[in-house]
């Protein structure tokens, strides 16, 4: 059901916000309806009069985690700088970034999560492609996102030093910005 009273606006956007921190916090096993619930400080049946199913609830979570997570890449990167990513990926709250992973296996399993896991990715490109004045769909967005995504999930799940991902960006960098070699501000110059 969807909300249009403010207090059912209210209530769902509780329940959604609890759904998201225990998908943070234990991935999708601790999201249940009654943990829900519980979290929002909101009886059991909200749950299941807002979302029609528990399947339900984890997309509508996701949705919220990934266009959250969309906008903090964006002003981070639009403040810092591509070049920077690995130290924001390094210093990211790592229950958000191990949730938005699960999304791309369960999505693999779950074509209803597959629209978000590539909402996911599209955005991470065009944030990509704006840092280095490409069009959205040049692929050399893609190849540098691809890393960042590879390098960032490496430290993620096998907590590998965010100091040996940096290089392996400054490397791709140059590799797809071969006039910035040696120029002042460039990665390694």
Known sequence: MTATQPRGLRRRAALLAAAVDLLTEGG????????????????????TYYFTSRDHLLAEAFACLVESELAATR??????GLE???DEVADADRGRQLALWELYVHAGRDPALQQLARRWTDGCVAIVADALGL???D????LI??????LWLEHVVEQRPAADARALLT???RAVRPDSRGAPGAPGG
Request: aromatic share 6%; charged share 5%; proline share 7%.
């Open 171 to 173: 490397l791709a960098l």
């Open 75 to 80: 002003a981070w990167v639009a403040a810092h």
């Open 145 to 150: 996102y691809t890393t960042v995504s590879a």
């Open 139 to 142: 692929p050399t967005a893609r």
């Open 84 to 86: 920077q990513i690995i």
């Open 28 to 47: 999708f096993a601790a999201v249940t309806h009654r943990a829900v619930a519980q979290r929002a400080q909101l009886p059991l049946a909200a749950t």
């Open 135 to 137: 069009p959205v769909h």
